[in-house]
């Protein structure tokens, strides 16, 4: 008969069995190292996430913090990361849930203090429940503490009562920190620079995105709903090692595909309607994000035909401009410029093409930018402007470049352009020379989407 230990041990050992990652434990421990050295002194105190109810006893699934899980690949919910320089016990530690048995029956299984400190890596860890017995005094005599202020209101309100509390010890000769720092603005511009293992995982994500849009062309006709066809693209993400969408994936039919943000996914697909899907798939908390458009009945009529070359010719303009030394803003302006003098060959606009960019006329059809950065959220961190002026590209960095044209029905439009809404999403990487586009496997152009449709 075995005993309780063995039987705690067993069960410990399948918890880490369903935790394991695509990054390996040591790339976390290199970011600690690199952060640390970044902010010289003080304690980097960083939250997790927090669980959310979703109506009465039902629960939204969890995901980590971004930041909280760059920096440790933990992923349970209810944990808190210590980085605290010199101090003699151990720089790292995590505050995270006991082991519990019962509850683990309930509710699934926990790694425990023993699983922080056996694959996580930590150099000492307490039960959650004790931070506010503990942490005060890990904080004692530090000049400063680094969070992500604003972040999690509650959480910033406990640090303040921490603070407090050492305060009112100053009799005792104990110094309280007297800097609260903005931990973001330091590692957000870490994050913004991916290295060789990041990009790793953010092509394995790619991939699985390029297998949930190939499979949603394949299978589209027109009667089906757009629930359908969302239900066979992240069917596919998850079948080729994706645990969850990136974010809610838009898959808009028709004159909804004028809407940018469109959620419903709740309308039939008709003959001779384009279908528009903005969706990606995450892997490892790693975020692709890619946008096709194609038409229902898989054969692009001519006045679609004519649209769609008019953003694809904007976006590998974009892209084309994507290359270390360029500004962020470059590639927009390139396709703007594509995309106003394609409204002006079409008739949708009129007069002088410089005049038409500089008073933003193009903005009735293109109202959004060109691009976002890209990484562990989907529209992920880091500034886009440094001193006021648009940052330069620099190897590493990745985000998208999408730009589109959505054509609304209106009294003053020809009806043969009424309800095009086309967007061409692809993800990029700056390398030190020229960019590699990390979605390049999805179909794209007219033919290639045509003969994937047809077969």
């Given at each position: 008969m075995r005993s309780r230990h063995t039987l705690r041990r067993l069960v410990f050992s399948e918890s880490i069995r369903i935790m394991r990652k695509v990054l390996e434990q040591k790339v976390f421990d290199r970011r600690r190292v690199d952060l640390m050295q970044l902010i010289g002194d003080g304690v980097v105190v960083v939250p997790t996430s927090m669980v959310r109810s979703r109506s009465n006893d039902t629960e939204f699934p969890f995901r980590p913090d971004?930041?909280?899980?760059?920096?440790?690949?933990?992923?349970?919910?209810?944990?808190?990361?210590?980085?605290?320089?010199?101090?003699?016990?151990?720089?790292?530690?995590?505050?995270?849930?006991?082991?519990?048995?019962?509850?683990?029956?309930?509710?699934?299984?926990?790694?425990?203090?023993?699983?922080?400190?056996?694959?996580?890596?930590?150099?000492?860890?307490?039960?959650?429940?004790?931070?506010?017995q503990i942490l005060p005094g890990i904080l004692e005599g530090q000049e400063k503490i680094y969070t992500n202020v604003g972040r999690y209101p509650e959480f910033d309100a406990r640090i303040l009562g921490w603070l407090n509390r050492i305060k009112k010890s100053s009799r005792s000769g104990i110094s309280a920190p007297y800097e609260l720092v903005d931990l973001s603005h330091i590692l957000h511009e870490q994050r913004l620079l991916k290295q060789t293992e990041e990009v790793r995982v953010m092509k394995i994500a790619a991939k699985a995105t390029a297998a949930g849009h190939t499979r949603a062309m394949q299978v589209c006709e027109p009667g089906m709903w757009e629930y359908e066809i969302r239900a066979e693209l992240e069917c596919e993400f998850q079948k080729s090692g994706s645990q969850i969408p990136a974010y809610s994936s838009i898959v808009a039919g028709g004159d909804n595909a004028c809407i940018l943000h469109y959620t419903e996914c709740n309308q039939q697909l008709k003959h001779g309607d384009l279908l528009l899907i903005d969706a990606g798939a995450e892997v490892d908390c790693y975020a692709s994000d890619v946008t096709r458009t194609f038409p229902v009945n898989g054969k692009f009529s001519r006045e679609q035909m004519v649209?769609?070359?008019?953003?694809?010719?904007?976006?590998?303009?974009?892209?084309?401009?994507?290359?270390?030394?360029?500004?962020?803003?470059?590639?927009?302006?390139?396709?703007?410029?594509?995309?106003?003098?394609?409204?002006?060959?079409?008739?949708?606009?009129?007069?002088?093409?410089?005049?038409?960019?500089?008073?933003?006329?193009?903005?009735?059809?293109?109202?959004?930018?060109?691009?976002?950065?890209?990484?562990?959220?989907?529209?992920?961190?880091?500034?886009?402007?440094?001193?006021?002026?648009?940052?330069?590209?620099?190897?590493?960095?990745?985000?998208?470049?999408?730009?589109?044209?959505?054509?609304?029905?209106?009294?003053?439009?020809?009806?043969?352009?009424?309800?095009?809404?086309?967007?061409?999403?692809?993800?990029?990487?700056?390398?030190?020379?020229?960019?590699?586009?990390?979605?390049?496997?999805?179909?794209?152009?007219?033919?290639?989407?045509?003969?994937?449709?047809?077969?």
């Open positions: 971004s930041d909280f899980y760059y920096l440790s690949g933990f992923p349970e919910p209810e944990a808190v990361l210590v980085l605290a320089p010199g101090r003699e016990a151990g720089e790292y530690l995590i505050f995270c849930r006991e082991r519990d048995l019962e509850y683990e029956t309930w509710h699934g299984r926990r790694a425990g203090l023993e699983g922080v400190l056996e694959h996580f890596n930590a150099d000492d860890t307490f039960p959650i429940e004790d931070i506010d649209v769609y070359e008019i953003v694809l010719a904007a976006q590998q303009a974009a892209i084309d401009k994507s290359i270390s030394g360029n500004h962020w803003n470059e590639p927009h302006e390139a396709a703007v410029q594509m995309l106003a003098q394609g409204l002006l060959d079409i008739g949708l606009l009129n007069g002088e093409l410089n005049e038409l960019i500089e008073t933003e006329q193009y903005k009735r059809f293109y109202m959004h930018r060109t691009g976002h950065w890209l990484g562990m959220d989907v529209h992920d961190v880091g500034d886009y402007k440094v001193e006021g002026k648009w940052r330069a590209f620099e190897p590493g960095m990745t985000f998208t470049v999408e730009p589109g044209l959505y054509i609304a029905a209106a009294s003053d439009i020809d009806p043969r352009w009424h309800n095009i809404g086309i967007r061409i999403e692809d993800n990029v990487l700056i390398q030190r020379k020229g960019n590699i586009v990390l979605t390049e496997a999805m179909p794209k152009s007219v033919d290639a989407i045509e003969r994937l449709m047809a077969s």
